[in-house]
């Protein structure tokens, strides 16, 4: 079998980037481990950048998103029973929307499987070989017999746990990472949400996000220990500390049956550069963000954009420059989104510091009430930089 890109993993960043090639003329074939159901109700973060929303649109994948999807103004900050609201429109012209990572996997699987388009879920023992020459292959198993795809360019969007990153030869790949002592417990709930833009609470307990996914659903995380046991979080425990952490005169976090409990690790990593021969890598596979600047799937997005570019630019004009350069231009947006979100990650959380790192903390957070400026560089790192030039 031949395909110009074989692409690893149907994530956020395999399946976009499949769209971006294919409507170049570019043919690809898309291998994933899990089954489509699992893909598609694997719960993740929620919240695209303008430039994410704007790119699913003009991949024609935009229309239910338009329809479903949150539009907001801005964040709340809350402490201390006092909230504050960044207006990133009116700071930075920009908007963020709500729509959960798994409806945007939905929609581009099912434009995907409506061009016809090779998609193979189930997929086993993938392996990647040949990364140096000009016919890298990929090895693997599907339906019982076994498979082999001779391509161009591999793309490894196989996520933080998947085969491509390993894949490249010891010593020639630098990882930088910052484990935390704290994770998330996050909870979805029938619940309408009594907030209309999400709230950031910082509090002594640790830090609480109120989110949500539609007007009926709502989507919260309290930050817990990193080795948490998930049984000690009874539901009425989670309701009784979202309100604590998140309350204010007068108001309350709305309530309802929980349907849907995990706790995950935050984690900062980088693995430089993002490419080795003729395997390129994107999203999660090549880094991770703590979820505080939800910046993880926007990266992914950021990452394909660029990887697509300079893919369509060497099959149309044999010029690699672009493809030469992708590792650069990813990485200095990846790098900006690890400074944002490790920002936000020691804004808000307990950091285990004490009384002295809490006035720091409160101190940063009046400052940024009272400066606008401050407010600005907040706002214009969560909205997105334009996806002009190579930011
Ligand atoms: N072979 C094929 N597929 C694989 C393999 C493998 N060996 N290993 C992993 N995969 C699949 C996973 O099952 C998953 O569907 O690769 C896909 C990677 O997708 P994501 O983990 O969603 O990563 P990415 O597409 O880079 O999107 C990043 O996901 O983790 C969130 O918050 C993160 O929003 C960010 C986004
Ligand atoms: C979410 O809605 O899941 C979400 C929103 C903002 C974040 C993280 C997660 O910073």
């Not at 020459?133 to 090895?139: L, M």
């Not at 880094?287 to 910046?295: L, S």
């Amino acid at each position: 079998m031949r395909a110009q890109v074989g692409i690893v993993g149907a994530g956020p960043a395999g399946l976009t980037l499949a769209l971006l090639l294919e409507r170049a003329g570019i043919d690809c074939v898309v291998l994933e481990s899990r089954t489509r159901e699992y893909v598609e109700k694997r719960v993740r973060a929620g919240l695209l950048e303008q430039n994410t929303v704007d790119l699913l649109h003009e991949l024609g994948v935009g229309e239910r998103l338009a329809r479903e999807g949150l539009e907001h103004r801005g964040i709340f900050l809350r402490h201390r029973g006092h909230t504050q609201h960044i207006d990133m429109a009116e700071l930075t012209g920009r908007h963020i929307t709500i729509y959960g990572q798994q409806e945007v996997v939905k929609d581009l699987i099912a434009a995907r499987l409506d061009l016809g388009a090779p998609l193979h879920f189930e997929v086993s023992e993938v392996a990647i070989h040949d990364l140096e020459g000009e016919r890298p292959r990929i090895t693997y198993t599907h339906a019982g017999s076994e498979h082999e795809l001779a391509c161009d360019a591999i793309a490894g969007c196989d996520g933080f746990h998947g085969v491509c990153r390993p894949s490249i030869p010891l010593g020639l790949l630098t990882e930088h990472e910052s484990v935390y002592d704290f994770g998330w417990l996050g909870i979805l709930a029938e619940a309408a949400p009594t907030t209309d833009e999400l709230i950031y609470g910082w509090h002594e307990n640790g830090f609480a996000l109120y989110s949500m996914r539609s007007p009926r659903i709502s989507r919260l995380y309290l930050q817990v220990p990193a080795d948490e046991d998930i049984e000690r979080w009874p539901d009425e425990r989670i309701w009784e500390e979202l309100q604590t952490r998140l309350a204010a005169e007068g108001w309350s976090v709305g309530e309802g049956p929980i349907f849907e409990k995990g706790i995950a690790p935050l984690r900062s990593f980088v693995a430089e550069p993002m490419q080795h021969g003729r395997l390129f890598l994107a999203g999660d596979a090549a880094h991770i963000v703590p979820p505080t600047g939800a910046k993880g799937l926007n990266l992914a997005v950021n990452d394909v954009r660029l990887l697509a570019a300079a893919l369509v630019d060497w099959f149309r004009t044999g010029s690699s420059a672009g493809l030469d350069g992708y590792s650069t231009a990813a990485l200095r947006r990846v790098w900006r989104a690890q400074d944002f979100s490790n920002y936000m990650t020691q804004l808000l959380h307990d950091l285990g510091g004490g009384e002295f790192q809490q006035g720091l903390q409160l101190a940063r957070l009046e400052y940024l009430e009272r400066s606008e400026a401050a407010a600005r560089s907040l706002a214009e790192n969560y909205v997105g930089l334009p996806a002009a030039g190579d930011f």
